[in-house]
């Protein structure tokens, strides 16, 4: 059993910064790819970023490419997501997720989930 839980999210304006944080309990968690998902009222969870086991491969949604940031600290449990240059279209609740198998690190069947954190962005 892995356990997820974010921090970091909030309020703030168009063209702002946020870092989000995803802390796993456990001692398997370098051996899980990790993820974050984003979900508004009504609609099913989005891809927004993912990192491999070690690191080295990265992976964003077209929509968040140069803005977002996915990083992780194997040594702290620990997955960030760095968000720059925030918009409006971003506001939504942030899943940080975990999977042990699978090849394809878009879909949204990871096998751990966090409760959420919501980020707002003002125009």
């Known amino acids: 059993q892995v356990q997820l839980v974010e921090s970091g999210g909030g309020l703030v304006q168009a063209g702002g910064s946020l870092r989000l944080s995803c802390s796993a309990s456990?001692?398997?968690?370098?051996?899980?790819?990790m993820g974050w998902f984003r979900q508004l009222p009504g609609n099913e969870r989005d891809f927004v970023a993912a990192?491999?086991?070690?690191?080295?491969?990265?992976f964003y949604a077209d929509s968040v490419k140069g803005r977002f940031t996915i990083s992780r600290d194997n040594a702290e449990n620990t997955v960030f997501l760095q968000m720059n240059g925030l918009k409006p279209e971003d506001t939504a609740v942030y899943y940080c997720?975990?999977?042990?198998?699978?090849?394809?690190?878009?879909?949204?069947?990871?096998?751990?989930w966090g409760q959420g954190t919501q980020v707002t962005v003002s125009s």
């Open positions: 997720a975990a999977r042990r198998y699978g090849s394809n690190v878009y879909r949204n069947d990871y096998d751990y």
């Open positions: 456990g001692r398997t968690f370098s051996s899980h790819i």
């Open positions: 990192i491999t086991r070690n690191g080295l491969s990265t």
